[in-house]
């Protein structure tokens, strides 16, 4: 697979609560070198990214993140202000406490509220795949689909566990038509990368394959 396709298909990241705006500004600046698909980033963060980035670069938030036990009028008011602020795609967490409770009606109507709440920006739903039984995933895959949101993301990254290609491979089985899939989390290389695509994820969420990039550039500078 190109590198430039892999590249393209990358939300890079960077979502540590020590984030510094010199931080975001770096992760801005690669996100645009090397043709990424968005950089994800704190919300606090957004509209001073989207104004240095003035369109040349997608940019994505979190909301309810991590734990997504918010109530949904929060959701709503967090995903309204990101989206405000310049956001172009919102990544939610689902109340995990409600699929324990299999409050299934809760969860659809939330969904739908935050998608409702984006003003037609993106919506990707964080189902936190590592704190979740396979019939409860394949229960969200039905959910995402019937809500109206645009991806099914795997794992926050702070949940215990990222991406497996077991999950992502069960997202393909079991999404919709219309509904892509987001493999974020512990995706370390680009043989991961590679690997997450060819089982269906249109979209990575991650740090480590521009980091992966810039060390091959360097190597070669150095040959």
Not at 86 to 99: K, R
Request: with cysteine; glycine share 8%.
């Amino acid at each position: 697979m190109e590198l430039k396709e892999i590249l393209s298909r990358c939300d890079h990241t960077l979502l540590a609560q020590t984030a510094t705006w010199a931080e975001i500004r770096a992760i801005c600046d690669d996100g645009m070198k090397y043709g990424c698909a968005s950089v994800c980033i704190p919300a606090s963060c957004v509209k001073q990214a989207a104004e240095y980035a003035a369109g040349r670069l997608p940019i994505c938030t979190v909301i309810g993140f991590p734990n997504g036990y918010d109530t949904t009028a929060a959701k709503c008011f967090m995903a309204a202000d990101a989206v405000d602020n310049g956001a172009d795609e919102v990544d939610m967490v689902i109340n995990i406490g409600w699929v324990k409770d299999r409050r299934w009606d809760d969860l659809l109507s939330e969904i739908r509220a935050v998608k409702a709440a984006c003003k037609g920006k993106l919506l990707k739903v964080i189902i936190e795949c590592c704190l979740l039984t396979d019939e409860e995933k394949i229960r969200m895959c039905e959910i995402v689909t019937a809500s109206g949101a645009d991806y099914i993301k795997t794992s926050t990254g702070f949940g215990g566990g990222g991406a497996t290609r077991e999950d992502v491979a069960l997202f393909a089985r079991h999404i919709g038509a219309g509904v892509k899939i987001k493999a974020a989390g512990g995706i370390a290389d680009l043989k991961d990368a590679e690997d997450f695509i060819s089982l269906g994820a249109s979209r990575l969420g991650t740090s480590r394959i521009v980091k992966a990039v810039k060390a091959m550039e360097k190597e070669l500078q150095n040959v």
